[in-house]
């Protein structure tokens, strides 16, 4: 029967891919198949044994015990049925790992055992770890007991499996048997923790490890070509709900560098089809931008103009004087800035300058503010630029306008999807960041969108653009709510009349 195996590298346990051809064969642990007398008899492999290598831990018993630890999961290390019973198995595959989680079976049903901190070793000495507790599950609780005395907490034994502190020992004396002592550094009830049943059915020991990514997306996506074709119909058909408005205008604000061009250049490339730079998008110390532009998309080279208006401002910068005005905020939102108005951060908008609108209508106004975030940069965010963007939020509120926030750059914040942008709603520190930015921004989660825009790439990628266009989705959802307020106000006022 051919077998067909990858080992992983890294200590990652090995993993095998059984290709059956003809009937399959399973191989129990610590036996062998059965063979005439005339052929001789052939040991499973390694590979094959390792094959059977499924954790006894069920997911739900997983669960139990990796909510004591955060945001961890676990990785098998050590299965004694397949491994050995043994002393020198159990350190040839645990060593120098930490930390970890060591349990054991008995044939009365319980499950328990010990985590600890400090890697396994055979030197004989006791380890420090203040973290370190025996745990037994029982119908989906975990009861836990902390070590007393965390000098003692392990010992790290050559001729036993984990050995906590005098008090539990896995695998004792290479047997599949269980020492224990309770109030020896860790105080415990031994009915409670295992019935009193000394011998081990199983022993397993799991290297804890950070879990970067959820078991399924806190966010629906579908990541399809249908997806992206019907956002772009969407798009395309948009009308605002006030007959008198032909677009929607979004008010891009961001610190320098944030993405707030790039994301222009991002909806634009979609459209086309191939990556495009029309708005100056780059890295700098200072803001690129130092206009105010309203920039029209276009449905493709020659096509027609989409019903939305992306408005780009100079970026905020941390010190005073510096950077976008913050009373230039309330100008833009209210219509009176011309395309192309050159910003002076010393001086605001006045009605005495070139192109000034003197009573701009509804059209001319901002329909929704999106704060354009970079997901690096969340967790060191400036005070002082916080106190910017607070103030700028609370003149936004006056107005009534709708807020979003795009927290761009996700791939480069978050490994897990630089290598693939479909994991944006299974990583746990994205999600971390939209929090942070919802708890500094002041702003509800399902108002922060992440995003990946085009920097680097020559060409358009599905999922990118299918984040892309659903941030742009939003940005039309908020303006109908802007919309739909206008027109109850003015319903209310005719009613008053």
């Not at 290390?77 to 002393?87: E, N, V």
């Not at 996700?410 to 693939?420: F, P």
């Not at 085009?454 to 892309?468: F, G, H, P, Q, T």
Request: charged share 20%; hydrophobic share 35%.
């Amino acid at each position: 029967m051919p077998l067909l195996w990858t080992q992983r590298l890294h200590h990652q346990p090995l993993m095998i891919w059984w290709i059956h051809l003809l009937q399959p064969v399973s191989f129990p642990p610590n036996a062998t198949p059965k063979t005439p007398h005339s052929a001789s008899v052939t040991q499973p492999t390694e590979a094959e044994r390792l094959f059977t290598m499924d954790p006894r831990l069920t997911g739900s018993q997983q669960r139990t015990i990796c909510s004591q630890l955060s945001r961890v999961k676990l990785q098998l290390l050590y299965k004694a049925s397949i491994h050995g019973f043994t002393g020198a198995a159990f350190h040839q595959r645990c060593d120098n790992r930490s930390p970890t989680i060591s349990v054991g079976y008995n044939g009365s049903g319980f499950v328990f055992g010990g985590y600890t901190k400090q890697p396994f070793s055979q030197s004989g000495q006791y380890m420090n770890d203040d973290q370190a507790f025996l745990f037994t599950v029982n119908r989906g609780r975990l009861l836990k007991y902390p070590v007393t005395s965390p000098v003692y907490a392990v010992k790290m034994f050559a001729n036993a499996g984990p050995y906590f502190g005098e008090a539990l020992v896995l695998v004792n004396g290479n047997q599949p048997v269980v020492y224990n002592n309770p109030g020896n550094y860790y105080n415990f009830d031994a009915a409670e923790m295992h019935g009193n049943d000394l011998n081990l059915t199983e022993c397993e020991v799991y290297q804890v490890e950070e879990a970067t990514e959820l078991e399924t997306p806190w966010r629906a996506v579908t990541w399809e070509t249908e997806k992206r074709t019907a956002l772009m119909e969407y798009i395309r058909t948009y009308k605002p709900l006030v007959s008198s408005v032909s677009k929607a205008r979004v008010l891009l604000i961001g610190p320098v560098g944030a993405g707030k061009s790039s994301f222009f250049n991002s909806i634009n490339s979609v459209f086309r089809g191939h990556v495009i730079s029309q708005a100056m998008a780059g890295s700098s110390t200072t803001s690129l931008t130092t206009q105010f532009r309203t920039y029209i998309l276009k449905d493709g080279r020659e096509g027609k103009p989409l019903p939305i208006v992306l408005c780009d401002t100079m970026g905020l910068e941390e010190s005073t004087g510096a950077g976008l005005n913050l009373d230039d905020i309330t100008s833009i939102l209210k219509g009176h800035l011309p395309d192309r108005y050159q910003f002076n951060p010393s001086a605001p908008l006045n009605s005495e300058a070139h192109g000034y609108q003197e009573s701009p209508g509804l059209k001319d106004k901002i329909h929704c503010v999106v704060y354009v975030i970079d997901a690096c940069k969340v967790p060191i965010m400036p005070s002082k630029l916080e106190e910017k963007l607070d103030a700028i939020r609370k003149k936004v509120n006056l107005m009534g306008v709708p807020q979003l926030v795009l927290l761009t750059k996700v791939d480069e914040a978050c490994l897990l999807v630089s290598e693939d942008v479909r994991n944006v709603y299974k990583s746990f520190y994205i999600k971390q960041m939209m929090q942070e930015a919802s708890a500094r921004l002041g702003v509800s989660m399902s108002c922060i969108i992440p995003v990946k825009n085009y920097s680097e790439e020559l060409d358009v990628n599905l999922s990118c653009d299918i984040l892309l266009l659903s941030a742009v989705e939003q940005m039309l959802y908020s303006a109908d709510n802007y919309f739909e307020d206008i027109s109850d106000r003015c319903g209310n006022l005719r009613t008053q009349e």
